[in-house]
């Protein structure tokens, strides 16, 4: 399995995930600060505490994704972009 190498917290909520492989996935979770799960991203210095062990990107111990939740996000968000014409 791919592991995350890193993750950096980028403008407008959006996080860069970089994987071992050398690639990288950008996750925008603006449309999502409104959601139970990921609603304590709407404070900036929350959203900007991400870390990972290789296996997940975490925040505080509050909120936790794991590297295939993160290629499912990525899909979805690619399956939206395509229907809304983005």
Do not use: C
Not at 9 to 26: F, M
Not at 52 to 77: C, M, P, Y
Request: negative net charge; hydrophobic residues 40%.
């Amino acid at each position: 399995m791919i592991q995350i190498k890193n993750v950096i917290p980028k403008e407008d909520y959006r996080l860069e995930v970089q994987l071992e492989n050398g690639s990288s996935i950008i996750l925008d979770f603006s449309d999502r600060l409104h959601t139970v799960r990921f609603g304590l991203f709407a404070n900036r210095a929350f959203f900007d505490r991400a870390v990972t062990d290789g296996d997940f990107v975490r925040w505080d111990n509050k909120i936790e994704i794991s590297v295939s939740e993160v290629f499912h996000l990525a899909q979805k968000e690619k399956l939206q972009g395509d229907i809304s014409g983005k």
